[in-house]
């Protein structure tokens, strides 16, 4: 007689690094969650044998952009689909991209639609932050406080971008409701008017190749913006997170804050480690286009700044920002086909696949961070950020079986290696040590090399309020 398997699944022999601790231990998983945790547990259905492997819970990235609705021609390059089983590849088993309000639009319609977007495509769980882009008193009293209470529980805000930005009073107007319900505010700062003055200027000189988007956005411009945010905040009394921060100026102001005593947490992303505005370009050509993104990319004293920051806790969350256009399309970063001015170029790269790879090569491997502030900065704080933690971003009996199975090797990133539907990679030639051998979602197999997901597979993820806000009567 058979005897029945107490397991669904069991990942034996795993070296487990969850943001805490590093143990051994065999996973064992009924129902998609993990019940167990010790060696020698009995036996699964399906058994894995991680051979003594690094094993951490799965990347969740909380700032990534997916069929997001774009001013025609432009067009995100990742949908639902492509995007999440590009995350899957490389180790990311939660998405957080973005409902974004049109000015004009209701919450709830960009809202609505977006869940569109995601139904039945998903390989991985997502959840929504919003971003609010026309704060009318419906919004402000109804829509956003109703949103929050069903699962929306951050939202971002932009400093910059004429079809995006608030101007300082709404921003308080905003912050106001996240400090009432209980939401956590992302803020993309960028000080416009100083951009669209310096763009002006560079245009009137001619200098408007893809180079010169760096030139436009020096860092005083997120230093300004950083320091506004940071102000803003505190009058609201309010904690807030200042989203992909890309050098020493916005760091100094945040170290500031924090110094005395204010609620500022703070992202950081691969590009302000790995790249320089010298890959917007040192001549006019059009290739560095394909590295425009905001902020700019700054220098190599820059990237240690950042370094520095990610090993010493000023920053929280470390995330792709995930913008994805192709570089030789119409709807990309050549719009209608033309080669056009640096305003022109849709802001954003690719980065879903490499953010963790780039990471734990670099940060874990290269000696500059622990594993366990690995796993930290890249799935647990991103979940207690945005309320999915428990559920997400740990190892620990409850929780989702989300695993990654790490295995160390050396090789040269190439595009053709990655799943996502851009032409590019910002990383083409990087030498990397270390890429998933397995990411498990759910107690699923989705990549062992070859990627096994099912579009459908991943769900909707209402999230709680923010674990890292504070619990006000
Ligand atoms: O250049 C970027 N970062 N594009 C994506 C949109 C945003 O501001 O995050
Ligand atoms: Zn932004
Ligand atoms: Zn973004």
Redesign the pocket.
Same mark, same amino acid.
């Given at each position: 007689m058979n005897t029945p398997h107490p397991f669904d699944f069991v990942l034996r022999n795993a070296r487990v690094a969850t943001a805490s601790d590093t143990f051994d231990a065999d996973i064992a998983v009924v129902g998609g969650r993990i019940v167990q945790l010790g060696t020698g547990l009995a036996g699964g259905a399906r058994e894995i044998d991680a051979a003594g492997r690094v094993v951490t819970p799965g990347g969740v990235d909380a700032?990534c #952009?997916l069929d997001q609705p774009m001013a025609s021609p432009l067009r995100m390059a990742d949908d639902f689909e492509s995007g999440t089983r590009s995350a899957a590849c490389g180790g990311t088993t939660t998405v957080i991209p973005f409902a974004a309000q049109e000015k004009g639009q209701s919450l709830r319609t960009a809202v609505a639609d977006y869940h569109q977007r995601a139904e039945g495509r998903a390989h991985v769980d997502y959840a929504f932050h919003l971003i609010v882009s026309d704060p009318t008193p419906k919004v402000l009293n109804e829509e956003l406080p109703a949103l929050i209470r069903e699962g929306y529980t951050s939202f971002k805000i932009?400093m910059t971008?004429d079809d995006l930005k608030l101007d300082d009073g709404q921003i308080l107007d905003v912050l106001s409701v996240a400090r009432e319900h209980g939401a956590m505010a992302m803020i #993309?700062a960028e000080n416009a008017d100083c951009i669209e003055w310096l763009t002006r200027k560079l245009e009137a000189a001619g200098r408007t190749a893809p180079r010169f988007h760096a030139h436009s956005r020096p860092m005083l411009v997120e230093r300004e913006a950083t320091h506004r945010a940071i102000a803003l905040s505190q009058l609201v009394d309010v904690p807030i997170l200042i *989203? #992909?921060v890309s050098g020493r100026e916005a760091v100094e102001q945040i170290r500031w804050a924090r110094a005395h005593g204010l609620s500022v947490f703070a992202e950081t992303c691969p590009q302000y480690l790995f790249l320089t505005a010298a890959d917007l370009g040192l001549d006019d050509s059009y290739q560095g286009a394909r590295c *425009?993104?905001?902020?700019p990319p700054r220098d190599k004293a820059n990237q240690e700044v950042i370094w520095n920051g990610l090993n010493d806790g000023l920053f929280t969350v470390f995330s792709s920002?995930h913008?994805p256009f192709r570089y030789d399309a119409p709807e990309g970063k050549k719009p209608g086909g033309e080669e056009v001015a640096f305003r022109h170029i849709p802001?954003?790269?690719p980065g879903l696949e490499t953010r963790l790879p780039l990471l734990y090569s670099e940060g874990v491997l290269g000696g500059r961070m622990t594993l366990n502030r690995f796993v930290e900065l890249t799935s647990t704080n991103p979940a207690k950020a945005y309320g999915l933690h428990p559920r997400k971003g740990t190892i620990a009996v409850g929780s989702d079986a989300d695993l990654v199975v790490w295995e160390e090797r050396e090789f040269v990133l190439r595009n053709t290696d990655l799943h996502h539907n851009v032409d590019y990679t910002p990383y083409e030639g990087q030498r990397l040590r270390a890429w998933p051998a397995l990411t498990i979602a759910g107690g699923e197999l989705l990549w062992d090399g070859q990627f096994h997901g099912r579009a459908g597979r991943g769900r909707f993820l209402a999230c709680d309020a923010p674990s890292l806000l504070p619990r006000r009567a």
């Open positions: 700032h #952009h932009y971008y #993309h *989203v #992909h *425009v993104c905001s902020p920002d913008a802001n954003g790269i």
